[in-house]
Each structure stands twice: as structure tokens, then as C-alpha cells.
């Protein structure tokens, strides 16, 4: 294994353990901390620049990113879904012939495995790997990226030599929608600061954003004013349809639950809540829509 690959290697597991510890959604912070590989310090990323090979490889590119804009700001990079299937992403600048450009060419006619660190939110990342260059338009000043397989690691977490890409159109898809689902997840619970809007629950971790219009219908999109931050309890509850919420956010629990005789977690957990309110939003825009929560109250009533 050459150093370059070394590197490769190295950033990916460094990547994997980052994803670990935040959850999946990485802050800036972290990444911009690097990681240290034979006593050096490597860098994952560079704060102003999208595209980066640190100053240990030789040859291609170690990352790539794009950030989300803060209110009042442009993108520096553009990046958007491309009609192939696959991720469409700007060259730097003007120039297909710039340092940052012929980098990224070298990746292309490697076929090296690089790391995607796509923005969710301003300062907020998903980190995807291993991405492979797939298409180079000099004119269109853009080029492909897609999402490779973690089939292509072995057990001891090398990267195979692949001559043909493992279905990298299908691992591009699944990635996106995971992004929408991270990027769905980060608004809801930014909106509700991290707490469930039932309980009042501040622990991240069990909270999850709910729909209100299933994200199986064509009017169930990814809005904050579509989704509710919930337990993870109360979101299996809502969906099960063992708690409503009416237009007024008002709290009903089913009668064949407010029947049962239980311990604390039934009582205080579940029934407690019933005739109370949800915590809405700070910010009215982000509350959610009265008539989808209509619709949904009843779906609850006919199922109880």
C-alpha cells in the first residue's frame, strides 16, 4: 500500500469513528481537527477552500465539500442532486486547469476513493465514503460523484482495487436519502431546541423527527412544519396511533391505553400527557401545519 492509500485508509476509519461519536451529523469543529497517522498531523478538510489533498499525498484529492450558507451568504462550491443518479458537484472556479481541478482529475483517472463532507446545515456534516469520480465535463465546468459500497473495504478495513464500480448508482440513491432523512431529522429537532415537543425531553439521542403526512404521500416532504420532534416512545406511539394530536396541539392518548393499569413509565410516560399540550417551535413559521395535523387526528380516531 502506497502512502497516499495509507492516508486514504486511515481518514476513512478516522471518519467512521467521528460518524460514531456525533451520530452522524458531524459538526465542522470536528473535522477541521484532522487526525494524526506515524507522528504526522493530516488534515480532512480545508475551511476555505472545497476541495482538498493534504500536503502528505502526492497525487488525486483526500475530501471534497460543500457547505450550506449562512443567512445573507452564497455557496462558494455548488452542488446539487444530477438527473443520472449521481451527485453533481462545480469545479473551482473558472479554470479546469487549475492546482484544485487537475487534483480532482488525477482522482478520475485513478478511480481513488475520496470523502464527500456534505453540509445539512450551516456548520453540520454528513460525511460519506468512499466517492468516486464518475463523469469530467471540462465545458460544463462539473463532474459526477457517487457513493461507493463499504463492500469495497476488506475485513481489515483496506481498500480493494475494484475495476468495476459495485452498483454505485444504487449506493448514491440510498445514500440521498439518507442525507434528506439527517438533514429532515437536524431542522425538526433544531426547531423544537432539541427537545420533544410531548415530554420536554433533552436527550438528543431518543429523539427522533415524526411526520405528520407520512413521507410515503406526495404531500409529506421533508418541512419542518411536516414533522414534530418525539421520543422515540412517543414517536412509535403517534405512528401506532396510541396518541393523537389534534389542530389545537392538543394531547390525546387512546382510551384502551388510558385503561390499563401499569407502572411509573405507563402512567408518568404515556398517560400523564393526555388533555395536555405539545411544545411548539419558537418561531411560528416552524409550527406545525394545523391542517395536516387535522388530517392525522383522524387517522388516530379511527383507529381507536
Not at 223 to 234: A, F, K, P, Q
Amino acid at each position: 500500500m502506497d502512502r497516499d492509500d495509507q492516508i486514504r485508509q486511515a481518514a476513512f476509519a478516522h471518519c467512521k469513528a467521528l460518524a460514531h461519536r456525533f451520530s452522524g451529523v458531524v459538526p465542522w469543529s470536528a473535522i477541521e481537527a484532522g487526525f494524526h497517522i506515524e507522528g504526522e498531523h493530516v488534515y480532512l478538510s480545508g475551511k476555505a477552500r472545497g476541495i482538498h489533498r493534504p500536503r502528505q499525498m502526492q497525487r488525486g484529492v483526500l475530501s471534497i465539500k460543500t457547505s450550506r450558507p449562512r443567512k445573507g451568504r452564497t455557496a462558494r462550491y455548488d452542488d446539487s442532486l444530477g438527473d443520472d443518479g449521481y451527485f453533481s458537484y462545480a469545479f473551482q472556479g473558472d479554470d479546469p486547469n487549475n492546482r484544485d481541478n487537475q487534483a480532482l482529475r488525477e482522482s478520475f483517472e485513478d478511480q481513488s476513493p475520496l470523502i464527500y463532507f456534505y453540509a445539512l446545515l450551516p456548520g453540520l456534516y454528513q460525511i460519506l465514503y468512499p466517492c468516486y469520480l464518475m463523469d469530467w465535463d471540462a465545458l460544463a465546468l462539473r463532474y459526477s460523484v457517487a457513493v461507493g459500497s463499504q463492500f469495497e473495504f476488506t475485513r481489515s478495513g483496506e481498500i480493494r482495487a475494484v475495476t468495476q464500480p459495485i452498483d454505485r448508482r444504487y449506493s448514491t440513491i440510498e445514500a440521498k436519502v439518507r442525507l434528506h432523512q439527517a438533514e429532515f431529522r437536524e431542522r425538526v429537532l433544531t426547531a423544537y431546541d432539541r427537545r420533544c415537543a410531548i415530554s420536554g425531553l433533552p436527550i438528543p439521542d431518543l429523539l427522533q423527527a415524526a411526520h405528520i403526512i407520512p413521507d410515503r404521500d406526495e404531500r409529506g416532504r421533508p418541512e419542518v412544519s411536516n414533522g414534530l420532534c418525539l421520543s422515540t416512545l412517543h414517536h412509535t406511539a403517534y405512528d401506532r396511533h396510541l396518541l393523537g394530536i389534534d389542530p389545537d396541539g392538543v394531547i390525546h392518548i387512546a382510551e384502551a391505553v388510558l385503561a390499563q393499569q401499569d407502572g411509573p413509565t405507563l402512567e408518568r410516560g404515556i398517560k400523564a400527557f393526555h388533555g395536555q399540550r405539545i411544545q411548539l417551535p419558537r418561531q411560528e413559521k416552524d409550527w406545525p401545519n394545523r391542517e395536516y395535523l387535522a388530517e392525522r387526528f383522524e387517522m388516530f380516531e379511527a383507529n381507536r
